[in-house]
């Protein structure tokens, strides 16, 4: 059974672009969260999607967003990069409300120059 | 709001002995999960033990055991036979269910463990 995959596993983008990051959860797995890691504010929950829709969402400006497709895979995209957005991000698969696991990916780590 | 407090920010072990992770919780509400997570130098979290607010038993799996004291709200994380691999940062994390109505994860500050030949 393959496990939560991230892509890209690294990026290096300029202030000011935008960037997508995926997740592809694993097979059957109908939530995705997402949580960004930066060694001053720890991990924070971004968003979750659950069958293509938003179900929650963290305290992050609008220029964090995403989606969820047809087949659970999802995407974050950051928009308008600042140097704090330099971070891992880490995406959760997980099953349903009751699951009692959340997988990760390895992260996608994103250096804003 | 709930919050995951971790006071260790580093520890040592000896190879082959036991430590124990520190971690407290807060939550009004009664019904929670609290996960705990290993995350190497790679980055990826790595998922190792589950334990659920109205479980009785606490959780084992393998050489991680989870010492869950409700009424003093913590869930501390012991590592039986501490191996060189084990070297990590570790996280405790809740979810509830009722308040996030969802899958969010509420992390602690983590406890990196080093493990010394």
């Known amino acids: 059974k393959a496990g939560v995959t991230q892509t890209p596993r690294y990026l290096i983008k300029t202030r000011g672009q935008q960037v997508t990051l995926s997740c592809s959860p694993i097979?059957?797995?109908?939530?995705v969260s997402w949580y960004q890691q930066t060694p001053g504010q720890g991990l924070q929950f971004l968003f979750e999607y659950f069958s293509e829709t938003q179900r929650n969402k963290g305290n992050f400006p609008g220029r964090f967003s995403g989606r969820q497709f047809s087949n659970s895979r999802s995407e974050m995209n950051v928009s308008t990069l600042e140097l704090g957005d330099s971070a891992l991000y880490l995406c959760a698969s997980s099953t349903s409300d009751k699951n009692t696991e959340a997988f990760f990916g390895q992260g996608t780590r994103l250096t804003v120059v | 709001a709930q919050k995951i407090t971790q006071t260790q920010p580093g520890m040592f072990v000896q190879e082959k002995e036991a430590v124990t992770l520190d971690c407290t919780y807060d939550t009004s509400d009664p019904s929670y999960g609290l996960f705990w997570y290993k995350q190497p130098s790679s980055g990826e979290m790595i998922f190792l033990i589950y334990?659920?607010?109205?479980?009785?038993q606490n959780a084992t799996e393998g050489r991680y055991s989870l010492n869950f004291q409700k009424a003093r709200k913590s869930a501390n994380l012991v590592i039986s036979a501490s191996q060189l691999g084990d070297s990590a940062m570790y996280f405790c994390a809740m979810r509830v269910p009722r308040q996030a109505a969802g899958n969010k994860l509420t992390f602690g500050g983590g406890t990196r463990v080093l493990v010394k030949p």
């Open positions: 097979s059957g797995h109908r939530s």
């Open positions: 334990q659920g607010s109205y479980d009785q």
